[in-house]
């Protein structure tokens, strides 16, 4: 069974940073390009940052409204995906997804729980 | 960015109703190497989105074939035939051919 457990949310302050965890099982982590999303307030889904796998020299890509600001990384080792936010800002705040792309016929096929992030003065 | 607009913003339909949603994005989807990375997913209330179609047409594992999707370059189309109770909650369409990827407004189903 795949499963992807988001933690490390939370209330920040703005200005502040926070780190999320993703651990997975389930699948082959390996060789997944694993994702961070986040849904807003309101709804809207956004995809924010993409880390390759070790075949692909684990390049990333991320939108251009968090680069800079937040850093993706992994640890094969640990089946897990991390996502370093600093200088949060209120707008950050969401419900953020880990989930992960193998083929493109199971393409975010499979999301965990979320954590949330409030940022908030 | 390619800019996903999904029409209408809500639906009311009645159980064992038909209805559609449309995905209108702002560039083609086509990629390069000649496919379409268009998906649909279901957020249904409380629970993270799950993928229904991949690929514009390709129902993912599970899904039943009361949902197809249809559609080419830059409009596209969810059908939902014979609704049943769990069919509600928001769906969105997203592309994956460009980055930044991007994700539909959203259409929430509900029942009449």
């Known amino acids: 069974e795949v499963q992807l457990v988001e933690t490390g949310g939370g209330l920040v302050q703005p200005g502040n940073s926070l780190k999320l965890s993703c651990a997975t099982s389930g699948f082959t982590f390996s060789t997944a390009w694993m994702n961070w999303i986040r849904q807003t307030p309101g709804k809207r889904l956004e995809w924010l940052a993409q880390?390759?796998?070790?075949?692909?020299?684990?390049?990333?890509s991320y939108l251009e409204s968090v680069k800079g600001r937040f850093t993706i990384s992994r640890d094969d080792s640990k089946s897990s995906v991390y996502l370093q936010m600093n200088n949060l800002k209120e707008e950050d705040t969401a419900i953020y997804y880990c989930t992960y792309v193998i083929t493109t016929e199971d393409w975010f096929a499979y999301w965990g729980q979320g954590t949330l992030v409030t940022v908030s003065s | 960015d390619v800019v996903m607009t999904q029409t209408p913003v809500s639906l009311s339909v009645s159980l064992g109703g038909q209805t559609s949603i449309s995905c209108r994005s702002s560039q083609s989807l086509v990629h390069s190497d000649g496919n379409t990375y268009l998906y649909w997913y279901l957020q249904k209330p409380g629970q993270s989105p799950q993928l229904l179609i991949y690929?514009?047409?390709n129902r993912f594992s599970g899904v039943p074939d009361r949902f197809s999707g249809s559609g080419s370059g830059t409009d596209f189309t969810l059908k939902i035939s014979r609704v049943e109770p769990e069919d509600l909650g928001v769906y969105y369409c997203?592309?994956?051919?460009?980055?930044?990827?991007?994700f539909g407004t959203g259409t929430k189903l509900e029942l009449k």
């Open positions: 997203y592309q994956g051919t460009h980055y930044p990827y991007t």
């Open positions: 690929k514009v047409s």
């Open positions: 880390i390759e796998d070790k075949s692909n020299n684990y390049f990333i």
